[in-house]
């Protein structure tokens, strides 16, 4: 049962990890702990003898559900070659819906880009799924993600978006006061500790 509920709570969650983008991120992690998920993404692990496919296809087989953010396929600065991890992670997801095991059958997807039909010129193939635009703004990210999952799960204790919004807000007041207490560094803060704050702090403010 323990096993059951797991992957029923997991949200695989697929997007860039630069620094540009982070502050999504960390809306996306505190969003998915504030509806009752569990986040899930590869920077949990770090394995340096795991392949990482491997660790992908063993994180998105144990999600029911995965958000991915295509929003960062421009070239990169330094190579001038694009970023595909994004749409590969998807299609790794997608795969794992169609062909995975009988309960990956019933898996549900987000896909996010920053603005409307860009995917179209770079992944026609998605073309028909319901792609939703955040245009790059933390708060369009919340009510995105949180409308989705109160949809895809149906789940009745989904607090609303005006609620995460003003927690949300209330934990980035707090996290420096969190972190220096603590003695991590803010500005380089590990995923993992990350979620940890956030799952801690929520519970905290839960009791109040």
């Known amino acids: 049962m323990a096993k059951k509920r797991a992957y029923e709570d997991s949200v695989f969650i697929n997007c860039p990890f630069d620094p540009a983008y982070f502050p999504l991120f960390e809306v996306i992690v505190f969003t998915v702990s504030a509806c009752g998920f569990v986040p899930r993404c590869a920077k949990e692990e770090a394995d340096s003898g795991d392949v990482r496919v491997e660790k992908l296809a063993r ?3 144990g999600c029911r559900y995965g958000v991915h953010d295509i929003s960062r396929i421009g070239l990169e600065h330094d190579s001038g070659l694009p970023r595909f991890n994004m749409p590969f992670e998807l299609g790794m997801d997608l795969g794992c819906k169609k ?3 009988t309960r990956n ?3 549900r997807l987000l896909v996010l880009d920053a603005e409307p039909h860009r995917y179209q010129a770079f992944l026609s193939d998605i073309a028909g799924q319901d792609i939703r635009v955040h245009r790059n703004a933390p708060d ?3 009510g995105i993600l949180r409308d989705w999952l109160r949809t895809a799960s149906t ?4 607090p609303g978006e005006l609620v995460i919004r003003r927690r949300f807000q209330a934990f980035a007041q707090a996290l420096p006061k969190i972190c220096e207490a603590l003695g991590v560094d803010r500005g380089n803060l590990n995923y993992l500790d990350y979620v940890a704050f956030v799952v801690n702090w929520l519970k905290a403010a839960e009791a109040e």
């Open 99 to 101: 062909f995975g095991k």
């Open 155 to 158: 789940r009745e204790n989904i």
């Open 105 to 107: 059958r019933q898996k």
């Open 59 to 61: 994180l998105i087989e």
């Open 140 to 142: 369009q990210v919340i």
